[in-house]
């Protein structure tokens, strides 16, 4: 089992920046991929951007430029940088972590872009 606390949500105008950070009760290390969604009111949940144990990152076409996944090991957190965000980006953001084949979600943070 593992658990994931976000945190670093909030309003921000368009063009301005967040970063969201996860931390996990077990070692970042013995967790096989990290990842964050998010989910706009009547939307599906969708993938932002993932980090592979290896180290290796992906992110949706969305955000691509914008966002930086990116670990502290340390620290056992995870953190999402969004910068130039745009309203669109509204949505709650959602840590995930595979562990041992199974999944894990946070409970959500909240980020609302708008003037």
């Known amino acids: 089992q593992v658990q994931l606390v976000e945190s670093g949500g909030g309003l921000v105008q368009p063009g301005g920046s967040l970063r969201l950070s996860c931390t996990t009760s077990?070692?970042?290390?013995?967790?096989?991929?990290m990842a964050w969604y998010r989910q706009a009111p009547q939307n599906q949940r969708e993938l932002v951007a993932t980090?592979?144990?290896?180290?290796?990152?992906n992110y949706a076409d969305s955000v691509k430029g914008r966002f930086t996944i990116s670990r502290d090991n340390a620290k056992n957190t995870v953190y999402l940088q969004m910068n130039s965000l745009k309203p669109e980006d509204t949505a709650i953001y959602y840590c995930?972590?595979?562990?041992?084949?199974?999944?894990?979600w946070g409970q959500g943070t909240q980020v609302t872009v708008s003037s």
């Open positions: 995930y972590a595979d562990f041992s084949g199974l999944s894990h």
């Open positions: 077990r070692s970042i290390r013995s967790i096989s991929a």
């Open positions: 980090l592979t144990r290896a180290g290796g990152s």
